[in-house]
Structure formats: C-alpha cells, structure tokens
C-alpha cells in the first residue's frame, strides 16, 4: 500500500523505536531511510526502548568504558540524551516544514519519579535544556501526580508527550491539565503536545476476561475493547477542542493536544496485525508504530479513510457489552496504569544494572 494514505487521512506515522545503529546509514529500518521512505514524521522512546537499545549493543561500550567517572544515572543520561538529540537534528526539516506540530522526538522522565509531581517537573526542565532542541518532547505519565506537572511544563513552554493513558476518564483529566498549561502560558503559539493513549493492552487484559466467562455474549466482545475505547477518546478529543474554553485558546493561536495512539503492535497473533493502525485513523491524530507493525501495514495494510468518527454507537456498545458480562473498565484501566509505571521502571533499573557492569568490564 501508499504508505502515505495514512497521513493523508490526517494521522501522522511516528516511529516508537530508537537506537545508534538506526541514527545513522541507508539500511531500510534506519531512521534516515524511514523519514524518506516510510512516512515517518516523528520518534517515541520509553525506558523499555532505550534498555534493549543500549543493553545489548556494542555501539555504545567505547562511550560507557570512557564514562567510569560518572555515575551510573549519569551515564544513561548521557546516551539517551545524546540519541535524542541526533534524532532531533534528522528530524528538524519536518519540524520546520510543518511548524512544529511532527518531526518530534520524546525522551521520558524517569520512571520511578512517577509519583512525585516536583521531582517529574524537575527532570523535565533537566532534559529539556539537556537535549537543546526545540522539536524534544519530554514524556510525562498521566497518573494523579503527573497531572499538575503537564500544566506547570506546558505553562514553561515546554512541549509534553502525556504518557500511560489507558482510560476515557483520565484523557479528559489530562485535556484539562494541558488547557490548563495553555491558559498560563503568555504566548502559546509554539507549545505543542500530544497525549499517548494506549492500545493493545486493553485487548490483552479484557480478552482474557471474557474468555475464562466463555459466555456467547462474552465471546463476542473479543478483540473489541481496545479499539472502542480509543474510538471514544477520539469522541472526548472532539468535543473538548471544540468547547468554548479552547475555542479561547486556540484564538490566542494554541495548538491542540493530539491523541497519540500507542502500544499499537499486535500482541494475539490471531488478530490482524495491522488492526490498531487501520482502525484508528482520523484528522488530528498520531499512530507511534515499532518496526514490525510499520512494515506490516506498508506490505498490506487497508486504508479506508476515517475510521473512527461514524464509530461512536459501536464503541458504547462494546463497552455496555463488557458491562453485562461483569467486566469493570475502569478497574482494568487502573490496573494498566500501575502495571505500565511498574514495567517501565523495572527497564529503567535494569538498564542501570547493565550499565554498570558494562562500567566495571
């Protein structure tokens, strides 16, 4: 398929994958060859990305061996950073092209700091001025305490890639968490962000459910869940940046918060592999993809236009359906977002377990 249908029907493809050996070269799943031939108009990163990324590569041992003075946090800053930033620079022309709304590249906050509001704005002015490029996206969580962290960066000026969205719910509190930022923010013509809802673990979680119900009307709900729910974040998405309240904003020439559809591979290998990306396609919209679904959706792919918008009746269906079979929403998302917290923290401190034998070696 026309890899560029995508983006033509109004969702940007940004690549949720990053390391050195992809910054640089012509091999096809470099991020140079990406942004020329795939579409790819922006990068995601999260501590599970970096810990495969610098754990097990040789690339980066000559600059940990010449960083034995430094301690362990220092190190993985560095690298992260320093990857960053060169993605930034290859992503600079789309930045500039499309006034800052792609050509993003989002490095997150340390996990383990996702319960401390303080300590969450902190880093994210660190990594900012670390980083030095305006088209950086610091990556912050959606939990309770992220949330008053999202309006005081965004009131900085500092463009914010809300992280760990699992519920309709908490999207609506982290909208008015970055409306909020806007309000405070002098001129906010050059703050963009964007909020990551994620996908597929939905499906993961809730498909287990209605399989051990085993009910007719259980089993009909399998591989629904995760895209209805995305279905009606787009629905919120659509109403709030339409209320008056932004409509104020948007006159002082903010940007709008796009949703950010993430965790979008595949994980029932009896489901489409391209299903949360061809399922969720609307104006205003961001698809971050690892390779695998890229290159699944650019070998046979379906584009059919907008594929949310006429959706909204289904959606509530789907999820009055979970109801009647017993299954709480709101307690699976709650149980997604501490899982996600968790396993990014877990990355995040075997990423420094590594480094720091990789310092000793």
Not at 196 to 223: H, P, Q, W, Y
Not at 315 to 323: D, F, I, N, T
Request: include cysteine.
């Amino acid at each position: 398929m026309d890899i560029n249908a995508i983006s033509q029907n109004g969702t940007s493809i940004w690549l949720d994958d990053l390391s050195r050996a992809k910054l640089a070269g012509n091999q096809p799943h470099s991020l140079p060859s990406r942004i020329k031939n795939s579409a790819v108009v922006g990068v995601t990163t999260n501590p599970s990305i970096f810990s495969a990324a610098i754990s097990g590569a040789t690339e980066y041992a000559d600059d940990i061996a010449a960083m034995k003075e430094l301690t362990v946090d220092e190190v993985v800053k560095k690298l992260t950073t320093d990857d960053v930033r060169e993605a930034c620079d290859l992503l600079k022309d789309i930045y500039t092209s499309t006034k800052g709304v792609d050509g993003r590249v989002s490095i997150e906050v340390d996990p383990r700091l996702a319960h401390d509001t303080q300590a969450t704005i902190e880093q994210a002015l660190e990594l900012w001025k670390i980083v030095d490029r305006p088209n950086v996206m610091i990556k912050v969580p959606a939990t309770l305490e992220g949330l008053p962290a999202i309006t005081s960066l965004i009131a900085s000026g500092i463009s914010v890639n809300v992280t760990l969205i699992f519920s309709v719910k908490r999207y609506g509190a982290v909208i008015d968490a970055f409306i909020a930022g806007v309000e405070q923010n002098s001129n906010p013509t050059h703050v963009h962000s964007v909020a990551s809802f994620f996908v597929s673990r939905i499906d993961t979680s809730i498909d287990s459910l209605l399989e051990k119900n085993g009910s007719e009307e259980a089993l009909a709900l399998m591989g629904k869940s995760a895209i209805a729910n995305a279905h009606l974040a787009y629905q919120l998405f659509e109403e709030k940046f339409s209320s008056p309240r932004w409509h104020t904003q948007q006159e002082r020439g903010a940007n709008k918060q796009r949703p950010l559809w993430a965790s979008t591979g595949v994980k029932n290998p009896a489901y489409e592999d391209t299903r949360y990306v061809v399922e969720l396609i609307a104006p205003n919209t961001v698809n971050t993809m690892p390779q695998s679904t890229l290159d699944a959706v650019i070998d046979h792919g379906v584009v059919r236009g907008d594929t949310i918008s006429s959706q909204y009746p289904a959606a509530v269906a789907v999820l009055q359906g979970l109801s009647s079979v017993g299954i709480s929403l709101d307690a699976i998302t709650s149980e997604l977002e501490a899982d996600g917290v968790k396993k990014f923290a877990q990355a995040w401190s075997e990423l420094l377990d590594n480094v720091k034998v990789a310092q000793q070696a």
